[in-house]
């Protein structure tokens, strides 16, 4: 529900170590409600999202230690530069970063040289990746994320996918809103397709793990 | 990956506001400037009349100190939530309580505490006794503190909202009139040669409070906004 509007209704799936959700739909038919729905950011009209069998809302902080959410904007300061960025949105994630490690995750996206660089002289695909740096920092099991491929070139969804793909591999779960065909190797592929609202009695919303 | 501490998070919120505020000092000094200009209007206006002036002194600067953190207050939050990187502090693992009150302290550090420290300069327009200056200073001190945390409930609650400054000032203008009225209370009663420790304990007894209910009410303020 978004204000009046019935966006979604049964909607139903759970992931488990390894599964890979991608999240199609046309504009407008709530995936990012659905993501957001899924952090926590937003409560379900009907429904629940279970994390490891509890309801996420009586797990509280417990479950945002579990979770990176990159949603449609970047959570990148203009005035501070990456290296910054990246250390300041790991240790507010819970996750404090040496220097060198940061430095190591930067040029993992591709941002090596430009790490003093204050972010308003990036450009956004390069903002992009330099919020992408922080899935690799926080080595969370769920990655949420939003229109990640919006204004990335062919190398950084080659990173991404080989990001996810690596994520996936060592047990972990990510969901993905995205119109683009992601080629990931490991991991099972979920594809839940979100339409137009039509009303009907709406299910519980199963998540577990 | 070292083990995460409330204490930790605190403060790399209060580092991170105090950085990105020494890189916008701009707007920091535009509070101030706009404080010191306020209350300097007043001797120019009324002219040489020093017990008039002498009378008039705390209500001035007091009112004026009001509006200057209504100047700032709508930043807050605002600049945070524009990038995206306030849903992610709402999704920090350590209560959203710390992160408010941790983004409050570095507003009063960079908005409030220069213009606490300049009053008693400005204050010799008035020809305030040095007695009185102090008692300013102090009760600018314990005050302001209050009018962060009171506003940053409103900052929360327009978020995102167009004329949202507007909004915030008849938001919160009336709940700090017993600041006004205590703070001003103090400097008028030194200048009167009464004490002013009762007007100082209640502006105290106000911070109290207000740290307590003020960040628990804003950080609700916050998930409401941002759903």
Redesign the interface.
Known sequence: MRGERLLFSDVNFALSPGGFLQLTGPNGSGKTSLLRII?????PERGEIRWQGEQIRSLG??Y??S?T?L??????????NSL?NLR??S???????SRAHAQKALSRVGLAGRENL?ARFLSEGQRRRSALARLIT??TALWILDEVLASLDHAAVTLIESLIGEHLSKGGMAIVATHQELHISAGSFQRLELEPGVPSGAAPMGWTS | MSAPSAFSMFRWIVARDLTLAWRRRADVLATLFFFVIVVSLFPLGIGPETQLLRSIAPGVVWVAALLASMLSLGRVFANDDQDGTLEQMLLTPQPLYLVVLGKILAQWLVSEVPLVLIAPLIGLQFDLASDTLVILFVSLLIGTPILSLIGSIGAALTLGLRGGGVLIALLILPLYIPVLIFGAGAVDASINGVSSQANLSLLGAFLVVSLVFAPWATSAGLRISLE
């Not at chain 1, 240790?91 to 970063?97: F, I, K, N």
Request: with cysteine; glycine share 12%.
């Open positions: 952090c926590g950011l937003m409560k902080e417990e945002f230690r979770i959410y949603g449609h904007r970047n959570a990148v300061k203009e005035e501070l910054e300041i949105s240790g507010l994630a819970g996750c404090e970063l204050p926080c080595s």
